[in-house]
DNA sequence: GTTAAACAGGACTATTTTAACCCTATTATC
DNA sequence: GATAATAGGGTTAAAATAGTCCTGTTTAAC
């Protein structure tokens, strides 16, 4: 279906929340799931994974929370997209090989390639910067 | 995950398969389930979906078959997702605002709007024709 | 006109992926 | 030491995808 997970899209608000909040506020997932509406625990498992990615940093103990491990130009979408769902593949045998039974005799596997090369040119064109400059305007 | 689905991925095979063959040749899903190595019924119903759309076109009966509907440059990658996996969405509140529970309150929706429209325009750049000469090529 | 080979399509089942939840650490403030 | 937070493994639930089955309908060939 070509659609994006509720993880990415859980990960990208909080993305922008804390942008919003500034660098140096830190924010409880807590926080984050109750104002954005959302559930807790999944919510921190996309902190969890934007923090191994250096998108976020985390501040552990009471008084923890997440902050941005970036200024918001030098992260892009596709840097969140990368960080949640992992290397993108647009086709089954970009997995794996042995995922596609008919991967030896398959033609269009070029295209398929170029064509996600392309999304992610895309996903990558757009920053954390510029898209609360589309928010807001 | 961002991953065309196999039927689509049938689909494109069957639609470059019957472009190769000619406008006038007809095959039947059972030759091309042979020649490309995937499931005859479930082939059948890509190219049902195929048919629907006018991107192939059947003969019943014995002798029956399926042809191009329409010629190669005017059939593009997009009309194929389209015809299988029907209208793209990028963000499940494009399929209905209630299947997100964050809808009212959702900033970045605008956005991935036009990101869809992008990727669209993508698919909808590469015609049957151009991508046979990419695979010849 | 009977048979057989093909498309048409509804309904069902199985598999895989995604989403959500639970529970136990660990960390650091008070 | 109590508490409020992150960290993360493991399990369950729900949804989407993939695949199958079965019953019609159409039509060429005999
Ligand atoms: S059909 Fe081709 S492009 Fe698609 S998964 Fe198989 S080998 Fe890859
Ligand atoms: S988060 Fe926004 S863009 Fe995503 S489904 Fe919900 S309303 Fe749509």
Redesign the interface.
């Known amino acids: 279906?070509?659609?994006?997970?509720?993880k990415f899209?859980y990960g990208?608000?909080a993305v922008?929340y804390l942008a919003t909040k500034g660098l140096g506020r830190v924010v409880t997932v807590k926080e984050m799931a109750d104002e954005?509406?959302?559930s807790q625990e999944f919510l921190s498992k996309a902190m969890q994974s934007l923090k191994r990615a250096g998108i976020a940093a985390s501040v552990q103990g009471v008084k923890g929370g997440y902050t941005l491990g970036k200024s918001t130009d030098n992260i892009t979408?596709a840097d969140i997209?990368l960080a949640i769902?992992g290397k993108?593949?647009?086709?089954?045998c970009g997995v794996k090989a042995d995922r596609c039974?008919?991967f030896s005799?398959?033609?269009?596997r070029?295209?398929?390639n170029t064509?996600q090369h392309?999304?992610q040119v895309?996903?990558a064109a757009?920053t954390v910067h510029s898209?609360l400059k589309?928010?807001v305007g």
Request: net charge negative; with cysteine.
């Open positions: 279906m070509l659609q994006v997970s509720r899209e990208l608000h922008t954005m509406g959302f979408v997209a769902e993108p593949h647009l086709v089954r039974e008919i005799s398959c033609h269009h070029g295209y398929m064509l392309k999304i895309l996903l757009t898209l589309e928010i």
